[in-house]
């Protein structure tokens, strides 16, 4: 009943006006226009059928809808502390703004966390530190059989797609990487333009729906590949088998979304919807996909090639380092993507709860390749999260030989974590497709701020390495690393995850790992 008569009120209140507005004075028109809208809200309000609170709140109703649509920008900027934001809190995002600017990454003070925090890590210093090294560490990646080795940076920019970045998005970052050195991973989708043009070193990464070497029907094409792997700027392939925001899930590009340009970069039909199916058609095996990497690298001329994963079962992973061992072949690099990665867009279920965090996921491994005897002929890169110089030097520490970088490189960019990215209305020019908001992204300024950023966090890194005792990463080990694991005790990562020995999986498994070795199967992908 209170409804109606909140209706009725508004209604009378405007008709009252308009007629005081033609009756006594055209200045009534000024509150006769306003309060003639509310009314016609309020009656509409009152009819619709699709918001149960405007039924019962005509009017008041769209004051929920207001603060909702604000409460991202009211949490990040009046709210939360330095300490507590998610995904990236900012204390992490400042740090990236100010490397990225070339200012002093300094806070006065001390910390704010809380060390005695359970679960809380700290790096091991030595009362014997080292030398900063005058230069800056590279990792060669090219086992036996890679012909054209290439030397990898400790940070570099990991996967994002041209049509999941702007244009001037990624023309900034592969400028920024053949300033500074380091690598650019393309994402799967495709080598554009805007990856060539800068010169910057390229990965090639090649998903499911094997965008710029596949055939009209959507298979794989070797000569395709063969072709585009022998650009100069290509100096790696990875194999994407899953992410870390969304491992097992495939996607779709709307066909609205398929322009003339994203239609020749990723080889598809314009205006025709795409679809990304979640499993490669090459293989369905662990054998297979061995044997599939080391065609891709004699297609590719010798040079490495690897693949991407977010890990789940230990037992599917272990049954691939079988199969390396009985068909005597192995990637030269595998990249772990931990769940808590980004994407541009990803169902909350699988955000939230599908895939292995990168610590856990890194561990798993590096210690499966260390007892399958593998190790020294496979690098490991790590993505997920990484952002600072203890971030990356954690992760080296953890078992992996350099980083890659996604978020962080957007927030050199100028990424305000909006969280937008899916819907092409990203405020700063660096998620979208949208030539106007595209624009505001100068690519001179920006590709030497990716640079900048870079160049201080790897030089953190050491510097952290070197308060360590350690003057290459290839010196850390996981004593060097603790972590609290209850209020009275703290453990080493030794202690936490002991490493196998090389070939000890081969020789005599441990307890712990036995069953997953013995059941791991390299005919079969059993979970």
Known sequence: MLRYLWVLSWTIVGVGAVVAAAVWSPWWWLAAGPLLALAVLAVWDLLQTRHSVLRNYPVLGHL????????????????????????????????????????????????????YETGREFLVP????????????????????????????????????????????????????????????????????????????LVWEIGTGYFGCRTAEGAFDPEQFAEKAAHPQVRCISLKLSQGAKPGIGGVLPGAKVTAEIARVRGVPQGKTVISPPYHQVFSTPRELVRFLA??????????????????????????????????????????????????????????????PLTDGLLTVHNA???????????????????????????????????????????????????RCHTDTCPVGV???????????????????????????????????????????????????????????????AEIHPPLAPGELIADPPQDWARDWHAADPDRFTV
């Open 64 to 115: 929920r809808f207001l603060f909702e649509s604000v409460r991202p920008e009211v949490q990040q900027y009046f709210v939360e502390r330095n300490v507590d934001g998610r995904p990236f809190d900012r204390d992490t995002r400042s740090i990236v703004y100010q490397r990225a600017k070339g200012t002093d990454a300094e806070e006065p003070f001390g910390t704010e966390l809380d060390v």
């Open 126 to 201: 030595s009362m014997a530190p080292s030398a900063v090294p005058t230069e800056v560490p590279r990792v060669r990646i090219g086992g036996p059989d890679c012909t054209q080795p290439y030397d990898m940076a400790l940070l570099n920019v990991s996967a994002m797609s041209f049509g999941s970045l702007s244009a001037n998005a990624i023309l900034a970052l592969n400028t920024g990487a053949a300033l500074g050195g380091f690598a650019h991973d393309t994402g799967e989708g495709g080598l554009s333009e805007y990856h060539l043009r800068p010169g910057g070193d």
């Open 295 to 356: 065609r891709m690298r004699e297609l590719a001329g010798g040079k490495p090639v690897g693949f991407k994963l977010c890990v789940g079962s230990r037992r599917q992973f272990l049954a691939v380092c079988k199969a390396m061992l009985d068909e005597g072949v192995s990637p030269d690099f595998i990249v772990v993507d931990g769940a808590e990665g980004g994407t541009g867009a990803a169902p909350l279920e699988f955000a939230d709860h599908v895939g292995l």
């Open 369 to 419: 390749l260390l007892g399958s005897g593998l190790r020294d002929r496979i690098r490991i890169g790590a993505s997920g999260k990484v952002a600072t110089g203890s971030d990356l030097v954690k992760r080296l520490v953890q078992g992996a030989d350099y980083t890659n970088a996604a978020r962080a490189m957007m927030f050199a960019l100028g990424c305000i974590q909006a969280q």
């Open 431 to 493: 998620a979208t497709q949208d030539p106007r908001r595209a624009r505001a992204l100068y690519v001179p300024d920006k590709a030497e701020r990716t640079r900048r950023y870079q160049e201080a966090t790897v030089k953190s890194a050491l510097q952290i390495m070197a308060a360590m005792g350690v003057d290459d990463p290839s010196r850390l080990r996981p004593h060097m690393l603790n972590r609290r694991v209850d209020a009275q005790t703290v453990r080493s990562y």
